[in-house]
């Protein structure tokens, strides 16, 4: 590897043991076995390190979101699908939880990382794109504007919200089956006559023998 990915792999070791806040240049230079003005030529800042290096760590935890190949996967658009892809993204809190006590560290301290946010804040759209086309099964190419502003703003509440709960207690945190009943109930309510179901919740899109969300 050359000086550029050295620095990138230094700073991820750096945040994953150090965090955002504690991580100096020094330490990365260290890490890397490379030099201070390394990291200028290369990303112009440590700020600029420090972010390309916490999104990477991010996105390898996204590859692991989408159903895995071959496994006979539930239609895109459906509460199968849904309830999948959440179980995926639930099993990577424990897994690689340092990566997500980062994401909650950048959350609390991002007013003292400027130059990390600005950056973190244009990867944001590439994370709601991402997890759209996995719930709808499509390639991100295809995804239209509003689908992208309205099913993608949806999602990264959600994977938002499960993460705090997942770091603050696990043994009470919301799983996969647990969200996707209570969508099925939402969504069973405002099709009902009135908004209310009269007795139980009817049969929604999604849910087995219904059509997709997206038919």
């Known amino acids: ?3 550029r990915e050295d620095l990138l792999e230094g700073a991820k070791r750096c945040l994953l043991e150090k965090g955002f806040v504690r991580t100096t240049a020094r330490d990365i230079v260290k890490e890397s076995g490379t030099n ?10 440590k700020d600029a390190l420090l972010a390309q290096a916490y999104i990477a760590l991010i996105e390898s935890i996204g590859d692991a979101f989408g159903p895995a190949a071959g496994a006979g996967e539930a239609p895109g658009g459906s509460l199968e699908r849904f309830q999948e892809v959440w179980g995926n993204v639930i ?18 301290h991002g007013d003292r990382l400027p130059g990390v946010r600005e950056l973190v804040v244009k990867a944001q759209g590439e994370g709601r794109a991402g997890l759209a086309a996995m719930m709808l099964g499509i390639d991100e190419d295809r995804l239209s504007d509003d689908v992208l502003d309205a099913e993608g703003r ?7 919200g499960l993460m705090v709960q997942w770091l603050f207690d696990p043994d009470s945190a919301t799983d996969a089956a647990q969200l996707t009943e209570g969508l099925r109930r939402v969504l069973g309510r405002a099709g009902a006559p009135g908004g209310t179901a009269v007795s139980g919740v009817p049969e929604v899109p999604g849910a087995p023998g219904a059509p997709g969300l997206d038919s």
């Open 1 to 3: 590897m050359g000086h």
């Open 154 to 160: 949806l999602y990264t509440t959600l994977l938002n």
């Open 36 to 45: 201070l003005a390394s990291i200028g030529y290369h990303y112009g800042s």
């Open 91 to 108: 099993r990577t809190f424990p897994e690689a939880r340092g990566v997500w006590v980062l994401t909650m560290e950048f959350i609390t």
